[in-house]
Every structure is written in C-alpha cells, then in structure tokens.
C-alpha cells in the first residue's frame, strides 16, 4: 500500500502545506514548463563562456599536439590526469544516490537522485575528454578498443590496466546514462501530457510512449532495482579500476595496495560535496526547499563527514606504511610530499580533506546552508589538490636526481580545468531548463508516508506517544522550510 | 451506449483506487488496465498481474556478457596472438577479471533494459497510448471495457462509491492521437 504510516520519528522528507499530487508536479515542473529566470540566464551566460574556453584550448591542444601542456619528461602526467580522477570522482555520487541508496531503501535519495545522476553523466563527460586529449592523436582514440586492425589483427594489451579503464569508464557511463533516462521516462511523459504543441510532440517522442499502466510500472521498478543492483559492483570498480592507473606501476607513493578502496572513498567523499555544492544553490534558485530539506543537506554532511574520515585515516596509513615498509624510495617520496617543494599543496590537501570535513561534528555547522556551501567548494578543492600530489610530487623527483623538475602549467592547462567546469555548469544548466529536476514520480511515492503533512495529521489524530512527538517537533527545528506555525500545529491536542 | 470503448474511474487517491479495485472486483466487472502516476505496491497482486519474469533476462543477459567478455579476451590474448609482454603469461586469468566484470554489466543492463523497452513497446517517438491525460499528472485512473461490463451505471455507483472524483466514458481507446 502507497499509504503505510511512517514513524513520527522519522524526519519528513517532504515539507509545505497543501501538498497534494497536482501541487508537486506544478512545483517541480515549473523551470521546465516556464521560461528561464534571470539567476539562470546569467549561471548559464557564465558556464557556456567557459565552455567556449574549454573548446579553444581543447581545440589549441588538439591542434599543436600536447606539447601545448606544461609537460616535461619528468612529469609526463599533470593537470590532465588530475583533472580526470577529479570528474570522474565527482561522477561517483550520482551512482551512489541512485544505486546504494535504492538498495538500502533511503527515500530521502527520491528528491535528490536525478540531478545527481545528471550531474554523473556531465562529470564522466568531462573526465572522458581528458582521456581522448591526452592521447595526442585523438583521431586515433578508437585504438583503445579491441577492433580488428590492418597490423595483422595487432589487439590490445588487456594487461595494461588504461585498457581497463577504458572498458570501465565506457561501461559506467553507458550503464548511468540508461539507469538516469529510464528514471526520466515517467518524468518526461508528465511534461508531455500537459503541454502543447511543438513541445509536446517533442517529449512525446522522448518519452518513448510512456503510460504508466500497471505491467509497465511493475517492470519500472524491476529494472530500476537489478540496475541498482549491477551499479554498486560497477561504481565501486571503476574508481578501482581508476586507481589501478597508478597502484599497478613501480613508482614509489603509486605502487600501493591501499589505492582501490582510498580513491573510492575519496571519489565519494568529492561527489557529494559536488552534489552539495549544486543542490544548495539549485533549491534557492528554482525554490525546491519543500523538496530537498534540511534533513537532506544534513545526511549528505553526514556522509561527506564519514568518507571524509575514511580518506583521512588512508593518508595517515599511507604514511605510517611508507616508514614501515622500510623503503628508502617511498619514504623519500612521501617525506618529499610533506616538506619537498610542493609542501604547499599537500598542506592545503589535509586541511581540506582531513580537518575541514570534521566541523561536520557540529549540528549548528552542518544544518548551516552558507557554511555546508563553502565547505562543500572546500572539500573539492582539497580533492583536486589530492590527486595533484599524487601524481605530480610522486613523479617530479625521479630516481635520478638530474631529471628533479618542477611542473608548470600553461594557459592551455588552466583553459581546459576551468573550461570544464564551464562545460559541466553548462549542460548541468541545460539538464535543468528542459527535464524535471527531481524525480516527480518518486516524490510522490513519498507524499502519504513520509511528508511533513501527513505526519502532522498523524499527530493531530492523537494516539501518538507525546515523548515521540516533543522529539518530532524538535526535530523540526532546524528545517528552513518550515514555519513556526507548522510546528504549532503539532501541539493542538 | 455501444459507442462507449472504456469507463474510466479517475482517482485523486491511491488508496481510493485500491479500493475502487476491490469494490469492482466483489461485483464481477473486470478491470483492463490501471494508469497511475507513480508505481502502486501491491496492486499487480490485487490485479492477478503476474510478476516479472526480466530478473531472469537480466540474468542470462549477465551470463551472456560475463561468457562474452571472457571470450574476447581468450581470443585475443592466447588464442589469436599470444604476445611475451614482460614475461607474463599468455592466460593471466587474474588480469582478465576487470574487463569480463565490465562486459558482465553492460550486456546485463542493456539487455535487461532492450528486453524491458521490447516487451511494453516502448521506443522513441512511439504515438503514447494514454486513456486520460492527468494519469500522468495527479490521477489514478482504473480502466473498464465497456463492452466486456454491460451494466454501466452500477460500475459508475461503484466507482463513486470508492471514491472517483470523476467517471469519463470514453468513445476511443487513446485520448493522445488528437
């Protein structure tokens, strides 16, 4: 049944008054049904200007091969690499909302589920164009793929573990992409019946002829459970996979057994500040602050505070291992990342990683909208520093010291960084003009269980223990979507 | 009367809708189809809907792409040009585990989702076959073949009874071809 009551104990994951079915679909289709507002515009004006930097310095980088990067023969790895782990972590969020979450049946992902799998699939995009760049003959990307050849069928080397990759990253991508537009479909076909025109012949064939009968629903939720089901396996693999880039070279600070389940954590730990970062602004601008509550913001907080923790213990095991191993190359490299030339970066990775993360302790700062924003930027910056310091210092001092570099990056470095940040912005903003940005049909999954309305009616029906219903209503304090006059309401009777 | 195809019974209510099912249901009328919009737990039992048999696609699906996968890499990497690569072995089993896992996944879910759009005919530009616009929307509609259930006005007393805010008659199946 639709309409089990849920504890009262349990904090509402949808607020507001007068909530009703037609309400939520109005509330959430509106950026798509109306025309763009101001704050849009200019996000948008913003991103597709960065975007346009992206494209002349991928453009410059594919034209002059990448000798237009601040490589040397020392550092054959920078910026591009860096700036790939980083979308591709940020990536694993999305997965993480929609899959692991669906398996443990936390309804508070329905709200925030489709931007994060949008925000996946524009992050894997952005990762994979670093992929193709770095290979200097993008033309030739294809190579990566085990095709017949004229050399003879010359194949792959599937040893090497960027053949992996390549099969893991296609694969992520592939599977999000059908998980996210299979969600879609039900959303689609709301905008289509009740629009008219162009607009509706439009996402009437996006929507694949959608009906919402029984059997298709039934079978819905079938495929959105095995596919949440294969995700887990398949996210958890891909930033393996991603660290067995470096885990499986003989370079001392790569050529560790902790990788695998340190960048995952980490890939975690960066999604969700990404997915913090955007929600926050997303509910104000669009007023989705019925939809995504404080008690999502504070269980994301929750979460990036956990893998925060997970990351921190691996930089001290890391160390503790580098002194253990008795090594003299790898204690060299790690004392070289703590006090070498580049002590500033590894710096600015613990405060931002390990310490800033930990204020997450306190309840004030976590169901703090303006400080969860910075720190969420904070923690990014810290994870992009993360893999710069792993691949940068781990690299610069070689074995022989006459080979010692620095790495300098050049515009086209810094075009590329920050033109993907545009790119992202770009289609994340597009994702939100043309397709509902929460999943309609999963919110109103939650109308008759878990909203603030139906438990306040709950309450007011009586029957409830009056010590759960002091702790409900303190509980509510800290929404920002709710009025004093939704919590007086809770003490009639 | 016999130009009337389906009664819709339209729903502000899930649980007004499951029990407009079971009120039909006591009388003898049988129901075609229902058109909600977000999935309902437990009707498919209420209507005798049988369960989905796609776990087993995605099943085979899986077996397919994991046997596949490992296939290729068989093929490539012992059979059509075993290669000396820093003295590894020409069936490095260990180094074939990520690639089989990652053509396990993607064969499964674009199996288990080609199988899924297949078997409810759904594709992109398919002409949607809706009953009422707003099932969509914020109604829960039960649909009745209107020659199948000859006495109309008892299935609209018993719809009203359950509680439908509205009983349509419709003349044509699809309301979206307009």
């Avoid at chain 2, 049988?30 to 796609?54: N, Q, W």
């Avoid at chain 2, 003295?87 to 180094?95: E, M, T, V, W, Y």
Wanted: charged share 15%; net charge neutral.
């Amino acid at each position: 049944m639709s309409s089990h009551n849920e504890s009262i104990l349990r904090e509402p994951l949808v607020t507001g008054k007068d909530i009703t079915y037609a309400k939520v679909t109005d509330d959430i289709l509106l950026p798509v049904e109306n025309k763009p507002n101001k704050a849009w515009w200019i996000g948008f004006i913003l991103a597709a200007l960065g975007a346009l930097l992206w494209v002349v310095s991928v453009g410059y980088t594919f034209w002059t091969g990448i000798g237009a990067w601040g490589l040397n023969k020392t550092v054959g790895w920078a910026w591009d690499i860096t700036d790939f782990v980083w979308w591709v972590g940020i990536g694993h969020a999305g997965t993480l909302i929609s899959a692991v979450l669906l398996l443990f049946r936390q309804n508070w992902r329905n709200s925030i589920n489709r931007s994060a799998e949008a925000m996946t699939i524009f992050a894997v995009i952005c990762a994979a164009t670093y992929v193709v760049a770095h290979m200097g003959r993008p033309w030739l990307a294809y190579w990566i793929f085990p095709l017949p050849n004229q050399f003879g069928s010359l194949w792959v080397n599937f040893n090497s573990p960027l053949v992996w990759d390549a099969f893991a990253i296609s694969t992520y991508f592939t599977v999000s992409l059908v998980f996210w537009y299979c969600g879609l479909l039900p959303d689609i076909a709301s905008v289509r019946d009740r629009a008219a025109g162009l607009k509706r012949r439009i996402y009437s064939i996006l929507s694949f002829g959608w009906n919402g009968s029984v059997k298709t629903w039934q079978r819905f939720e079938i495929v959105s459970l095995i596919l949440a089901g294969i995700s887990t396996p398949l996210v958890l693999s891909v930033h393996t996979i991603v660290s067995f880039d470096f885990a499986t070279s003989v370079i001392p600070g790569w050529h560790t057994t902790i990788f695998p389940p340190y960048f995952v954590a980490g890939a975690i730990f960066s999604g969700f500040a990404m997915v913090q970062t955007l929600l926050l602004v997303m509910r104000k601008v669009l007023n989705f602050e019925n939809y995504i509550t404080m008690f999502h913001i504070e269980s994301m907080n929750k979460i990036i505070m956990v893998t925060g923790s997970i990351v921190g213990i691996a930089y001290l095991t890391e160390l503790f291992i580098a002194w253990y191993s008795g090594s003299e190359y790898e204690m060299y490299a790690f004392a070289n990342r703590i006090a070498g030339p580049y002590w500033w970066a590894y710096w600015t990775m613990m405060t931002c990683n390990v310490i800033s993360p930990q204020l997450f302790w306190f309840k004030k700062i976590r169901t703090s909208i303006p400080i969860s924003w910075v720190l969420s930027i904070v923690v990014n910056i810290g994870m992009w520093f993360e893999r710069f310091v792993i691949i940068v210092t781990s690299l610069h001092r070689d074995y022989i010291p006459s080979s010692w570099a620095m790495f300098y990056p050049t515009w086209v470095d810094v075009g590329i960084f920050v033109g993907s940040i545009g790119l992202f912005f770009t289609l994340f903003l597009l994702f939100l003009r043309f397709l509902p940005g929460i999943a309609v049909a999963e919110v109103k999954l939650l109308l008759k269980s878990a909203s603030l309305q139906q438990k306040t009616k709950l309450v007011q029906e009586g029957h409830q223990d009056p010590e759960q219903v002091e702790f409900f209503r303190n509980s509510l304090t800290k929404y920002d979507s709710v009025t004093e006059q939704d919590i007086k309401a809770l003490e009639t009777k | 009367m016999s130009k009337i195809k389906y009664i819709l019974g339209s729903f502000a209510d899930p649980d007004e809708l499951m029990d407009g099912i079971d009120k039909l249901q006591a009388n003898n009328i049988s129901i075609y189809d229902c058109f909600t919009p977000m999935p309902i737990h437990g009707i498919e039992a209420k209507l005798g809907v049988r369960p989905s048999r796609l776990p087993i696609a995605a099943f085979c699906f899986g077996l397919l792409g994991g046997t596949l996968g490992f296939c290729l890499l068989y093929y490539t990497m012992t059979y059509d040009w075993p290669m000396n690569i820093g003295g590894k072995p020409a069936l490095p089993l260990p180094n074939f585990v990520p690639v089989t896992f990652e053509c396990t996944i993607l064969i499964t879910a674009l199996g288990m989702v080609a199988t899924f759009f297949y078997r409810n005919h759904l594709f992109p530009g398919r002409a949607p076959r809706v009953m009422d616009l707003r099932a969509t929307d914020d109604r829960f509609i039960i649909a009745i073949d209107a020659n199948d259930n000859a006495d109309h006005e008892r299935i609209e007393s018993l719809l009203k009874e359950a509680g439908a805010v509205e009983v349509k008659y419709n003349e044509r199946k699809y309301v979206s071809y307009e």
